[in-house]
C-alpha cells in the first residue's frame, strides 16, 4: 500500500519543475492527484508525462476570485480534500528601480494573496487530517540580487503555516512550509544559458552542500509532509536547501 493511498491531492503549479515531480510522487504512492497551470496545453503536456488517477485542471493562482472556482471544481469531482500543495509562484527578480506597483500587486496575489483564499475557499471540502504545504524558498531567510518582493512574499506565505495551523489545528488541519533552496527546475530557463550557466556556478559555490538540488528531492519531503507519517508536525518549515538557508559558507 502507498503512503498515500485514498488521499486526494491538489498540487498548483503542477505542470513542471517541483510541482510535476511531487505529482508524479504523490501518484506513486496512491493518491489521485489535481495539478493547477496557466495553460490547457501545458497541463496537457504534465498529464501525458503522468500515470495514474489525475485530474488537470486550468487554474491562475494570482486569479484571486478564481480560488473560489477551482475550489468548486474540486468539489464537484471529489467528495474530500486531504493533501493541498500551494506551489504556482510568481518568481519575478527585480532591482527596485524597475518594479512596478502592477508587478508587485501580480506576485502578491499569486504568490501570498490567491493561496490565502485558496485555502479559505477550500476549508469546506478538507478532510479531519489534511496536510496542507505551503511552498516557500530560502528568499524567506536570507537576502540575495534583486529578491527583495519575491522573499517578502514566500515570507509572508511561510508565515501562514504558523498562523493558519494554530486557527486551524481544532479541525485537524496541519499546514507546513517546504522550503527549497536552489533546484533544477525550468525556472531559470528564460535567463538563457549562459547566464543560466554562471547562475549555477555561483551556487554550486555557495551552497553549503555544494550542489543544487533536484524537484524529486524536493517531491519526497512534500510526499512526508502530505502523509501521515508527519501527523506530529505542524506550523514549521522544512527546509530542503542544501543548507543555504542555515549555514554560512
Ligand atoms: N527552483 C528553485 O530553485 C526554487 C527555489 C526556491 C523556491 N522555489 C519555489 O518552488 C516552487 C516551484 O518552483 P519550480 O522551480 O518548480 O518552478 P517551475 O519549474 O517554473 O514551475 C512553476 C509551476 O508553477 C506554475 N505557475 C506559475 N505561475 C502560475 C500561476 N500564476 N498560476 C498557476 N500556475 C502557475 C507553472 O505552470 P504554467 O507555466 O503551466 O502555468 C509551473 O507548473 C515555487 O513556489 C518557487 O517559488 C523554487
Do not use: C
Not at 13 to 18: H, V
Not at 67 to 81: K, Y
Not at 115 to 122: C, E, T
Amino acid at each position: 500500500m502507498g503512503r498515500l493511498t485514498g488521499k486526494h491531492a491538489l498540487i498548483t503549479g503542477g505542470t513542471s519543475g517541483i510541482g510535476l515531480e511531487t505529482a508524479r510522487e504523490f501518484l506513486a504512492e496512491g493518491a489521485a492527484v489535481a495539478i493547477t497551470g496557466r495553460s490547457r496545453e501545458r497541463l496537457e503536456e504534465a498529464a501525458r508525462q503522468l500515470d495514474g488517477p489525475l485530474l488537470p485542471i486550468v487554474s491562475d493562482a494570482g486569479d484571486v476570485p478564481g480560488q473560489a472556482a477551482l475550489a468548486a471544481r474540486l468539489q464537484e469531482e471529489w467528495p474530500r480534500l486531504d493533501i493541498v500543495m500551494s506551489n504556482a509562484a510568481d518568481v519575478t527578480h527585480l532591482p527596485i528601480e524597475e518594479w512596478t506597483e502592477e508587478a508587485f500587486d501580480r506576485l502578491v496575489a499569486t504568490n501570498l494573496k490567491g493561496p490565502f483564499f485558496l485555502i479559505k475557499a477550500l476549508l469546506p471540502l478538507l478532510s479531519r487530517q489534511a496536510s496542507v504545504i505551503l511552498v516557500g524558498s530560502v528568499s524567506a531567510f536570507i537576502g540575495h540580487e534583486n529578491a527583495a518582493v519575491y522573499g517578502a512574499a514566500k515570507a509572508g506565505l511561510l508565515s501562514f503555516s504558523r498562523g493558519l495551523t494554530y486557527e486551524l489545528k481544532d479541525r485537524g488541519i496541519r499546514v507546513n512550509g517546504l522550503s527549497p533552496g536552489p533546484t533544477l527546475t525550468g525556472t531559470f530557463n528564460s535567463l538563457g544559458p549562459e547566464r543560466q550557466a554562471a547562475i549555477y556556478d555561483e551556487l554550486r559555490r555557495t551552497v553549503p552542500l555544494h550542489r543544487i538540488g533536484t524537484a524529486t528531492e524536493l517531491a519526497k519531503a512534500a510526499v512526508y509532509l502530505a502523509s501521515d507519517e508527519s501527523a506530529y508536525t505542524a506550523g514549521t518549515v522544512l527546509r530542503v536547501d542544501g543548507g543555504i538557508g542555515e549555514l554560512a559558507y
